[in-house]
């Protein structure tokens, strides 16, 4: 009976953490989607040997112990990708698994700048998504003496280009 008790105990303060931790963050870390290369820390309550460091691979998908098939967690917050593999552990592995899901590393977004700037090469987009084009080119150096400054060329992977002047980046 005692040791019930304990468990019971433990299992309260565990789920008790959990939910202050996960309501404490920002409003933006809530919102945000796992991309590829993101590192996720799991542990799964009283299962000290399924606890392990995460890394969502190419395919969107990580391998979790014990489980056969990879999850696909790509595009899910960090609340869904927990209920994602509870879920998996509850198909039979484990009766009631307790799953805590922390983001330990967030993988990082690139533009490419190229051409006549001191420093071609990739710049780094915020956390918060947005890079203009001013800071992108302060980030790679700033353009060269020999730069066409009438057409900056903005090109994206799906092959939409536009053309701006540095004046217009100079205004905006």
């Known amino acids: 009976m005692k040791k019930n008790l304990y468990r019971l105990v433990l299992l309260l303060l565990f789920g008790a953490t959990s939910y202050v931790s996960a309501e404490s963050a920002p409003g933006s870390l ?3 989607k796992l991309k590829v290369d993101d590192e996720l820390q799991l542990n799964v309550f009283l299962q000290p040997d399924l606890s392990k460091l995460l890394t969502i691979d ?9 489980i056969e098939k990879a999850l696909p967690l790509y595009g899910m917050t960090r609340a869904e990708a927990a209920e ?33 700037v001191a420093n071609a090469g990739p710049v780094a987009i915020p956390f918060h998504g947005k890079l203009d084009l001013f800071t992108a080119l302060t980030q790679a150096g700033w353009v060269t003496g020999f730069a066409n400054t009438d057409a900056i060329k903005l090109m ?14 100079l205004g905006e």
Do not use: H, N
């Open 30 to 32: 809530k919102a945000y």
């Open 84 to 116: 994602e593999i509870r879920s998996a552990y509850a198909d039979g592995f484990l009766k009631y698994p307790q799953v805590d899901l922390k983001i330990t590393k967030y993988s990082q977004d690139f533009v490419q700048v190229s051409g006549q």
């Open 156 to 169: 994206t992977r799906s092959g939409a280009s536009a053309t701006v002047s540095l004046e217009e980046v």
């Open 58 to 66: 190419r395919e969107g998908k990580v391998s979790i112990p014990m």
